[in-house]
Each structure stands twice: as C-alpha cells, then as structure tokens.
C-alpha cells in the first residue's frame, strides 16, 4: 500500500522506550521524561501579548507570501547583525521557514537528483537523512566521534562520494552530543565546499542556548560561508517557540531560491500573526534568553554532579539543553532507567549508528525533577 520511499525510512527506533513509557505511565508510575528535546518554560510574555494584538487584525488573516512579510525579514536581518555582526540583505538573504524543521526537510528536493549524494552527520538530527530519502538521494554518513570532539573528519570522505555528493548538513552546537565547533571548523567546511562544489546547509538551532560564557557563531561569520550555503535558525528553542512554527533561512540567495522554489509549492507561508509575534521576539528585550540560559545551567549542573557522583563519566556541555553520556550498551541503559527508575532518556542510537555507545538527557525539567530522576538512577546501581 505504501510507496518505497516510505518503505525505505530507516526503522523508528524510539518506539521500543514510547512503548514502555506508555506502560510504565498506565501502571501509575510517576516517569520523569528527560527524553523530549521540547523546552517546558514558556514562550516569554511579551512575545505572547503580540501575538494575541495580531491574531485580532483581520489584516493577518490572508495567506501570508511564503518568503515571509518584508518586515520580518528586516527584523531577522537585524537580529543577525546585532547577534553575529553578520549582515543580510533581507530582501533576497532571507526566507522564513516553518520552524527550521521544514527548511531541512525541503532543501534537497531543490537541489539533489535521484543518486546524488547528501553528507549528514552520525549522530544526528534524523531529518536530515530522512529529507535526503524522500528527494531520492543518497545518505553517506559522517561519524561524530568523540576523539574528534565530535566534529566530522571531512577528508575520510571517499572519492567517488565526493563526485556525487550535492548537499553537506551539519550543526553546532550539536544535537544530540551537545558539541560546538570553532571557527576553523566552519573555515574547513568553506573550503571543502568550495573544492567539491557542495551546498553547506548549517542548522544552528540551538545557538543561543549556551553556558559559561560561551557565544556560539553563525556559520556566516565565516569567510567565503556566503558563497557556499546557507544557516537555518529557529525561533524554537531560542524563545520557547516550539509549538509556533517560525524559523529562517539566510544566507546565499541562490541557494535561498531553490528552497523557495520548493516551499512555493509545499505550503503557503506562515500564518502572518505569528510572523508579528517573532518580529517582537526578534527586535524586543533579549534578556529572556538569558533568563532561560540561567536554568539550563543549573539544570545541568544538577544532573552533571549527581551523575559524576554516581560513578558516571558525563561531561558539562557548553551549550545546548542536552547532555551526551557515554554507556555500554544504550538501549539497554535507556530500557533500564526507565523500567526500574521511571526515568525516559533517549538512547543513542536513534540518532545514528555512531551514537549507540551513548544515552541522551534533556535537561528540559525542573532541578527538583533532575534532582529526583538522579536519585532514582543512583537507587537502582550501575
Ligand atoms: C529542534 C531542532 C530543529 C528543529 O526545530 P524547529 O522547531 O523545526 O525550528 C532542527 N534541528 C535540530 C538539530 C533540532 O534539535
């Protein structure tokens, strides 16, 4: 009944862990999920107030262009500049997005043929392979490993993948191994898209979501990064905003234009109100992310401390709300906790092949929840 391409998804890995949280949740356990990669702080109120003042415009009731209005480009463009001292022409370096979700999903129809290559991280979001099966492509997955500081090793990368190669995606700070990259990183990837002819897609969803300092880069502060691709970027979780569905593509415009090419033909933009709302967000205070950094923080230093208490060997991350632990065998570990200790972490694995030596936590609880997942864990031993 179904078509190949859906036959040819890879399996959904998680299904074993929704089962058993489902079970587990039926027989009246108290679970702490620490699995959902979905902030449970709210979308700041002020970002809200303007969005309930533009859904009352009858203005904002009509499709909306699917570049998005001019005045959020002008305010992603602004965001851009004063965040990454990047700047954009917002007339022809921008285009809203769904969320950065549905960029990813559509870019490789514009620009992959049936065979060609797609180069996606091991771990990684698992859009980017599904995406490249639905335009018929061809995943080869790079290994994130951790004595690579997670970063992909470009020139392992064979030949004959390289000719057919059209579209390399990648994502610092990274999820699901909470990485970052430096800049001589993104210099790398200029180059190596440069020398290969291959569009760069950099998925910079949690760029804001950082720690002890740390300020993250966009991909287009790199030199020559303009030439070679484009950053999507999301309001999701920089605002809370999961649920709102607003992002951006920005940088080369040809490139911008294949994707909207695509878009124009998919959906219809997004729903004006909610473009007024990101405006607010984009333009207005900023202290609301360093608001929701501050919790992170000690979120993580709750889980990080406890786990390290307990015998595990687990790293702070500097960004992300995502903590990266290595285990012997993560199905079994995921399984586990939450059989015996009523806690849901995602196991590696779903993420890719390379992830498997690993358990995701997200650190998307409160520090009493944390605190209580890490007393659970510590009751039923290593
Ligand atoms: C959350 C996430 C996204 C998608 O977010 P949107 O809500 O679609 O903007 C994209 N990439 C990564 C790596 C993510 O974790």
């Keep these: 009944m179904y078509s190949q391409r859906l036959e040819n998804l890879p399996p959904y890995l998680f299904a074993r862990i929704d089962a058993l949280k489902a079970q587990k949740r039926k027989e009246g356990v108290d679970v702490i999920d620490l699995g959902v990669g979905d902030p449970d702080l709210p979308t700041p109120g002020h970002i809200v107030d303007a969005m309930v003042n533009a859904v009352k415009d009858p203005k904002n009731h009509h499709y909306p262009a699917y570049e998005g ?19 954009l022409d917002p007339a022809e370096e921008v285009v809203a997005l769904m969320g950065s979700k549905d960029g990813i999903a559509h870019i490789p129809e514009a620009f992959v043929n ?3 290559y797609v180069l996606v991280p091991d771990p990684g979001y698992p859009v980017y392979s599904t995406s490249t099966l639905f335009a018929e492509g061809r995943v080869h997955l790079m290994p994130l490993l951790e004595e690579n500081n997670f970063l992909p090793l470009l020139e392992d990368i064979p030949g004959d993948v390289l000719e057919r190669a059209k579209l390399l995606f990648f994502n610092y700070p990274n999820n699901p191994t909470a990485a970052t990259a430096p800049m001589s990183f993104f210099d790398e990837v200029v180059a190596f898209a440069r020398e290969h002819d291959i569009v760069v897609v950099h998925d910079n969803a949690y760029s804001e979501i950082t720690f002890d300092g740390y300020r993250a880069p966009s991909f287009l502060e790199a030199d020559g990064a303009r030439e070679v691709g484009v950053e999507m970027h999301s309001l999701s979780k920089t605002y809370n905003m999961t649920g709102w569905r607003i992002g951006m593509a920005v940088g080369n415009k ?8 695509v878009k124009s033909n998919v959906d219809s933009g997004v729903f004006d109100a909610v ?25 993580r230093d709750a889980l990080v ?19 990266w632990m290595p285990v012997d065998d993560c199905m079994a570990t995921a399984a586990r906790f939450l059989d015996e200790a009523g806690v849901v972490v995602t196991p590696g694995v779903g993420f890719g ?3 498997a030596g690993y ?7 409160s520090v009493e929840r944390i605190q209580e997942a890490v007393e659970r864990i510590g009751r039923i031993g290593a």
């Design 69 to 87: 209005m001019a005045a959020y480009r002008e305010a992603v463009a602004g965001w851009y500049n004063t965040r990454f001292s990047v700047s």
């Design 114 to 116: 049936p065979g060609e």
């Design 254 to 261: 040809e490139v911008l234009s294949g994707l909207g090419r």
């Design 275 to 299: 473009q007024h709302a990101a405006i607010t967000a984009l333009s207005g205070p900023q202290q609301c992310i360093a608001d929701a950094c501050t919790v992170y923080q000690e979120r």
């Design 305 to 323: 401390r406890g786990l390290s208490d307990l015998g595990y060997d687990v790293q702070a991350p500097k960004a992300t709300f995502y903590v």
């Design 353 to 355: 092949e390379s992830g």
């Design 359 to 365: 358990v995701r936590f997200a650190i998307t609880r």
